[in-house]
């Protein structure tokens, strides 16, 4: 990722544009802090998807991409969840 103050990423703004047009993201900063990202325009549409998912959309919100994929979605909605299942203890030495 390129890292480069806002005040010169100004006057080099193409450069920068050509650069993530080649699979380059650019990160824009001001005094040292990040604040804002030039990205190929899937990644921005990736993003979109996941914001409308939400943090309970789950991973079947996110289909879409493929032929097929809506019946994918549909029948996850459709079943229903199980709840919560605790995680398998990795540490166990009877194995």
């Keep these: 990722m390129i890292r480069i103050p806002l005040s010169r990423a100004k006057a080099r ?3 920068f ?3 993530v047009e080649q699979g380059e993201q650019v990160l824009l900063t ?3 802090r990040p604040v804002a990202v030039l990205v ?3 990644d921005a549409e990736r ?5 409308a998912a939400g943090p309970e959309g789950g991973l079947a919100s ?3 991409g493929w032929k097929g ?3 994918i979605v549909r029948i996850v909605a459709e079943h229903p969840r199980t709840g919560y299942r605790p995680a ?3 540490d166990e030495k009877d194995r």
């Design 47 to 51: 993003l979109e998807r996941l914001r």
């Design 40 to 42: 190929p325009p899937e």
């Design 88 to 90: 398998p203890d990795l």
């Design 13 to 15: 703004l193409a450069e």
């Design 17 to 19: 544009v050509r650069a």
């Design 69 to 71: 994929s809506a019946e």
């Design 62 to 64: 996110l289909a879409g």
């Design 30 to 32: 001001r005094h040292d």
